[in-house]
């Protein structure tokens, strides 16, 4: 009894706090199956932002919306079902590994960076949230910002096992909910799913391709090993069960995006507002009036199952820059970094990041995409049962292994060809920032070789 106590308190803290930070996750708490991790990212992917989607290609047509997100899904499958897979091999989350690839204090650095990106996802996603529940209740949206905000950084303080529960038990009521939101949108309004899957618009390929896979599947790729490595582990699957295992985060994160982001197609046609939840559906029934505000009640669930996978990272991206000043505080430095993370992304919300959204998915694929690419590259080339564990916590003295110049420089040539516009018929087919960041990690490779 008293050894399974001291394994607990190597997760958790006396008030149940998660406090593992980005230590190893022990080989005793690396249970969860693969459907866990398909649920837990179906669900994180399920927001009330997710309908977006369909606002993001609006006008294309859904036939083609359907074909830009099968093609996003088999475009970033490979490297989800990579981060996937590095996860169960090494169960620490990226910016860990990363410190071999950039150098440990230019990982840390990149560590903030992509805090404050996952700040942005928590903001636009609170601010979503908070418009639904204001259109319910005819009251102002920052109240509920706020009160969103509360619940979900207390949600995301319990940690792994509290989330992925809360996901397993709320999975069905969201699926009803929206249910009973796309019927409503269906026969209150009459929706011709004919006329609405030819477009009235022509299709950039490149730019949908762009939008869809920053805004779900490459967006989310670098976080799956956060979530992963609790999972089981690498060496206990064998054959098929590798696939199931590798795939699973990828696919759980693109269905909700192609449903939802029909529903989101439909609804801006039809009701002028992509946010089904927000819609107010012109019925004149007491009971129907009943069952869709009930319904979009329980669509709110939606916000704090992505939020809280967004703040969930961001906290461990935080702290993998500061573990090295943790030594001391490491029993408090989870929860405390979970609050304040929680309360800046609440602030994003009322200073309005919703409004910003395509510009801030476009920085997204700007500043990510490189990383994701560069980092699987180097896992699965160089790194890999290759570098001890304890490598990786510890400061290296040299600068060398400090600030690698080498994956600097193939970042910065994909970020640069990424972020700058060029005219070439490529990207109107296929999208830049993929395209930039396999050129980054070709020269990160070939300066290996140099």
């Not at 837990?40 to 359907?66: C, D, E, K, Q």
């Not at 509360?150 to 096992?161: E, H, K, S």
Request: with cysteine; proline share 4%; hydrophobic share 55%.
């Amino acid at each position: 009894m008293a050894k399974e106590k001291r394994k607990e308190e190597e997760v958790k803290n006396e008030y149940g706090f998660e406090i593992i930070g980005v230590d190893p996750i022990p080989d005793y708490a690396r249970n969860a199956s693969a459907l866990k991790i398909f649920n837990f990212w179906a669900m994180a992917s399920a927001s009330a932002t997710t309908p977006l989607a369909g606002l993001l290609l609006y006008g294309v047509g859904i036939r083609n919306f359907i074909i830009v997100v099968l093609l996003s899904l088999l475009i970033g499958l490979i490297p989800a079902a990579l981060f996937s897979e590095m996860g169960r091999q090494f169960p620490v989350p990226a910016l860990v590994v990363s410190r071999k690839t950039y150098g440990f204090w230019t990982s840390n650095a990149l560590s903030f960076l992509y805090t404050v990106v996952n700040m942005g996802w928590f903001g636009l996603n609170d601010a979503t949230g908070g418009l639904i529940l204001a259109s319910l209740t005819h009251s102002s949206p920052i109240i509920w910002y706020i009160v969103m905000g509360i619940v979900q950084i207390v949600l995301v303080l319990y940690g792994f096992d509290w989330l992925e529960w809360f996901y397993r038990y709320t999975a069905p009521l969201l699926v009803v909910c929206y249910g009973i939101l796309t019927y409503l949108l269906i026969t209150t309004y009459h929706v011709n799913w004919g006329t609405l899957m030819n477009g009235d618009q022509s299709v950039n390929w490149g730019a949908a391709l762009t939008l869809i896979l920053s805004f779900s599947i490459l967006s989310w790729t670098y976080k799956i090993s956060t979530s992963t490595r609790f999972a089981k582990p690498y060496e206990e699957t064998k054959g098929f069960m590798k696939i199931i295992y590798a795939i699973a985060p990828g696919v759980g994160i693109m269905i909700p995006v192609l449903l939802m982001g029909i529903i989101g197609y439909a609804s801006q046609a039809y009701a002028n507002n992509w946010n089904i939840a927000a819609v107010s559906f012109p019925v004149h029934s007491t009971l129907l009036l009943a069952v869709a505000f009930i319904a979009s009640l329980g669509a709110s669930l939606a916000i704090i199952h992505t939020n809280a996978m967004n703040l969930y990272p961001a906290t461990a991206d935080l702290l993998t820059a500061l573990q090295p000043f943790l030594k001391k505080q490491r029993k408090w430095a989870q929860p405390i970094s979970t609050i304040i993370l929680g309360i800046f992304s609440v602030a994003l919300a009322i200073a309005g990041i919703l409004q910003h959204v395509e510009n801030f998915l476009l920085l997204v694929a700007d500043l990510i995409f490189p990383y994701t690419f560069i980092v699987i590259l180097d896992w699965y080339v160089r790194l890999w049962k290759k570098v001890p564990v304890e490598y990786f916590y510890k400061i290296p003295k040299t600068f060398k292994d400090n600030f690698n110049i080498k994956a600097i420089i193939a970042t910065v040539v994909g970020i640069i060809l990424s972020a700058i516009s060029i005219n070439f018929v490529l990207f109107d087919y296929f999208p830049q920032p993929v395209f930039a960041s396999i050129i980054a990690m070709i020269v990160y490779y070939l300066l290996l070789k140099v």
